[in-house]
């Protein structure tokens, strides 16, 4: 029952999405924007339908594989969330919210670290490598994109949610941030504060220094806050990769990423190094020949800081010689 439940959730959402879809495009027609290119577009609704074949048939058959054999050791039998709402029983709020925010939680550690390990960065950098920003960029997705998702989730299925409402949040999760993937909502006052919006997002997007690995929550943003990886859109955002795929040709791009990653391992000495380029964040180099963002990061901070020094010293020299 609650599988058949998921399914027209599913479908609902996808029309949700295209109907969205054409409203964003026909509002940015009018205004001018620019805000969708044809080739552009095509890829990221084409991956988009695609997601919905062998990555998510791989996403779910690795999450079911994990929860039962986690769930063999639950410390709790948690009583139904969602399968119980479908199925008429009574709905403890605590286990609702608890599940929102378990869900959430795993999210946000699956995706951070999507962006600090090479392997699982191969996978999401396809979603961040277009320079446009509408709500077809949420449909952009790698060959096997959340595949490895399941493995984010041991805690809930220690816990002892059940499967069928595990799967339901993560739906419900993976919908909610369709709409955070526009430019036609300013800040929202309050709501910013602690929910995902798409001021949020698009700094998450963005290219600019000082946005990198920032805002990685899927419905929620403290938990940015809380473990410091959070930003706010202040300066214009620039959309993209640091290092621009240059191609617009499906398998270039989910095989380029792969590729670069094995030849900088393969030449690698020692057998430790050549693991490291897998697990350590892109960018990290055994010999120092290329950085890392954090790396970027305090280079970037570090030269402005010095240039605001000199400035306001600057200043201070001008005002004295008066």
Not at 84 to 105: C, N, P, Q, S, T
Request: charged share 20%; aromatic share 20%; glycine share 4%.
């Amino acid at each position: 029952m609650v599988e058949k439940y998921l399914q027209m959730f599913s479908v609902l959402s996808y029309v949700m999405f295209f109907s969205l879809i054409l409203l964003e495009f026909i509002v940015s027609k009018y205004k001018a924007n620019n805000d969708y290119e044809l080739k552009d577009t095509v890829f990221n609704i084409g991956t988009g339908l695609f997601y919905l074949t062998i990555p998510l048939a791989l996403n779910a058959a690795l999450t079911i594989f994990l929860y039962d054999f986690f769930s063999k050791f639950a410390l709790f039998e948690m009583p139904g969330v969602w399968s119980a709402l479908i199925k008429g029983e009574h709905l403890y709020l605590w286990a609702f919210v608890l599940l929102i925010l378990m869900d959430d939680f795993s999210y946000y550690w699956f995706h951070r670290i999507s962006h600090v390990c090479r392997f699982l960065w191969c996978i999401h950098e396809v979603h961040h490598s277009s320079k446009k920003y509408n709500l077809t960029v949420f449909l952009r997705a790698s060959f096997i994109d959340y595949v490895p998702q399941g493995l984010f989730y041991i805690p809930l299925f220690i816990i002892g949610f059940k499967l069928e409402d595990i799967f339901f949040q993560m739906a419900i999760n993976f919908t909610y941030q369709f709409w955070l993937h526009t430019k036609y909502t300013g800040k929202i006052k309050y709501f910013d504060e602690i929910f995902n919006t798409p001021s949020h997002h698009r700094v998450h997007h963005a290219k600019n220094i000082g946005y990198l690995d920032k805002n990685y929550g899927g419905i929620f943003i403290i938990w940015d806050k809380m473990f410091k990886t959070f930003a706010k859109e202040e300066e214009k955002v620039e959309y993209g990769v640091l290092h621009d795929l240059n191609t617009d040709n499906v398998f270039a791009l989910n095989f380029v990423t792969f590729r670069d990653m094995f030849k900088a391992s393969f030449r690698a000495k020692g057998l430790t190094n050549k693991f490291l380029y897998l697990l350590k964040a892109p960018g990290w180099s055994h010999d120092g020949s290329s950085k890392t963002t954090k790396e970027i990061q305090e280079e970037y901070f570090s030269k402005s800081k010095l240039m605001e020094d000199n400035q306001k010293k600057y200043i201070q020299k001008k005002v004295s010689a008066v």
